[in-house]
């Protein structure tokens, strides 16, 4: 067995980092990366020692295996229970349990981010895959072209389409992000509503995913007067609440714990010292990597 193939197991953080950012679920992720792994070992010894990039086969099985699941889920999407979110990661150090998972397998940049994520979800399953293996992972479209079954000029067609999607959203600042965030925790605390509108754009919007298995806004709540008074009556449904501030996918986030369970973790986009869009995820399955 050659080297490639005595490495192939280190192929598998780069598999995870794809599909995570395909399928925005860890848990899908994983399913997807596994797949590939288990055809690749299911292929005759002859046939895998003809095969002359094993990472590339790899990418390809996992690539197509997330196109599926991406298809499948836009049937399952429409009947799901209020919005869907991405599920959030913590940083490493952040996690209370010792042992590796697949949260620590990766990387936390911009690509990663719950408003980066929240626009790749706009996207059809084909732009999805064009545009994260090129412009995320840098395959060339030829590659690209043997995940999609399309042509290399129509998987950079979809790429670009993908693009202007990702150009229209705001750009993203880190800028006072983690101050901003903090003023508004203590806003949020104090139950102090003029001080939430004041951190608050006036043109924000807060989206809530509670699965239908937890209590969740069904809707998007829009307008930071409205965001703040929600907020407060949140906290008063919800005594012995505590606000831990948390890293949520790469940048600063709050996590919200009762009784030491984390109950809500909450992403924010800020532009000019103000939050402008608030991601809160609560459905306890997509938090399963924040527990203990």
């Keep these: 067995m ?20 395909l399928l925005g679920s860890l848990a899908e992720a994983e399913e997807a990366v596994q797949e ?24 390809t099985v996992t690539g197509r295996t997330c196109l599926d699941v991406l298809g499948s889920a836009r049937a399952r999407r429409e009947r799901y229970v209020g919005a869907w979110l991405p599920e ?5 150090p952040q996690r209370e349990s010792a042992h590796e998972s697949v949260v620590d397998q990766i990387v936390q940049d911009e690509s990663v981010a719950m408003a980066f994520l929240v626009v790749l979800e706009s996207m059809t399953p084909a732009e999805r895959v064009a545009f994260v293996l090129h412009d995320v992972f840098r395959y060339p479209f030829a590659e690209i072209a043997g995940v999609l079954d399309r042509t290399p000029a129509a998987c950079k067609q979809l790429a670009a389409s993908a693009r202007r999607r990702v150009s229209t959203a ?14 508004l925790k203590k806003a949020w605390e104090d139950k102090d509503v003029p001080a939430l509108v004041a951190v608050l754009d006036p043109a924000a919007v807060m989206t809530a995913d509670g699965g239908g298995l937890v ?7 829009e307008g930071g007067a409205r965001i703040a008074q929600y ?16 890293s949520v996918n790469g940048v600063p986030g709050l996590v ?6 984390v109950v809500t973790v909450a992403a924010f986009d800020v532009a000019d010292g103000r939050v402008t869009r608030i991601w809160a995820v609560r459905t306890p399955e997509k938090l399963g990597s924040w527990a203990p």
């Design 88 to 92: 959030p990661l913590p940083d490493r």
């Design 215 to 221: 209590g969740a806004v069904l809707r998007p709540v």
């Design 231 to 246: 907020m407060v009556s949140i906290a008063d449904k919800a005594p012995g609440l505590e606000l831990l501030e948390r």
């Design 2 to 21: 050659g080297a490639a193939q005595d490495g192939i197991a280190g192929e598998r953080r780069h598999l995870v980092n794809i599909a995570y950012r």
């Design 256 to 261: 919200a714990r009762r009784d030491g369970v």
């Design 36 to 59: 590939a792994f288990a055809r690749w070992y299911a292929l005759p010894k002859a046939r895998r020692d003809e095969i002359l990039s094993p990472g590339a086969w790899l990418t």
């Design 170 to 183: 705001p750009a993203p600042t880190t800028a006072g992000r983690q101050d901003t965030v903090r003023r």
